[in-house]
Every structure is written in C-alpha cells, then in structure tokens.
C-alpha cells in the first residue's frame, strides 16, 4: 500500500512537472518572430485589461476569440495537403513554371488574411465604447514608443 502512495506522489509529480514545461508559449530559443509575437500579445492584454470592460464586453469579445479560433481551424482543415511543395505541382507543367500564376494565387491568400485580420479587429474595436476607444488608442501609441 505504502508502495501504491508513492508511485502515486511520483506520478502526480511528473504529470505537475510535465504540464508546466508545456504551459508557457511554444518558442524556439532563437524565434524572435514567435517571441515577439507572445510580447504583443501581452501587451494587447495589458492595454485591455486597463479598459474597464464591462461583462456584456469581455463575453462579446470572448465570444468573437472563440469565433475567430473556429474560424482559423476550418481554414486550417481546408489547407491540409495544399502547405509546402504539395500545391507546387498546378504551376509546373512541361512548358516550365508559371510564376504569374503562383504570383498571383499567393498575392490573392495575402490579400484574404490581412482582409480577415483587418475585419476581426474592427469587430474587436466595435465593441469598446467611444471613450475606450479613445484610451485605447492612446495606451496603443504608448506601447509602440
């Protein structure tokens, strides 16, 4: 039994000790790109935080998270086998490449994400109150200094 309660401590330990390393952001030690990308996150809750949301707020923005996540999985989904040089074969024929075509279809998906960025955080802005979006404007120029 004694046996049983130790075995149980140290697998409890470990399940702690495992579950904390892969807690925090998941960056490679020289990913400035990854790193700076959980630094702005911070930052956008740091500003948020100083709003004063009210309840119905923080929900609609919680809400418009979990809307925007679902949203990216079923991108994601749709992408799957289409990353790398797995879509790289409808540009390649016997004649060569065509580079207008990959140009274009490259330029099209920059197109679409920084229209769904630019959308998501207009929705974002259009829940805060004038005021807010006033402070959060100035809090925003203040973090960029």
Known sequence: M??????TIVAMTGLV????????????????QCQKRVENRAA???????????AEQEEALKQHRKAKRAQMQEMRSQRQGKRGMAHMGAYVSAEGFDKQAFMDDAMKKAQ???EKRAEGFEKTISILTPE???KFATLLKEKQK
């Open 2 to 7: 004694k046996t049983l309660k130790v075995l």
């Open 17 to 32: 000790g495992a579950t904390a390393v892969h807690a925090g952001p998941n960056c490679n030690k020289g990913d400035k």
């Open 44 to 54: 956008m809750k740091d500003i948020f935080q100083q709003l004063d949301l009210t």
């Open 112 to 114: 679409d994400r920084i």
């Open 132 to 134: 807010q979006r006033e």
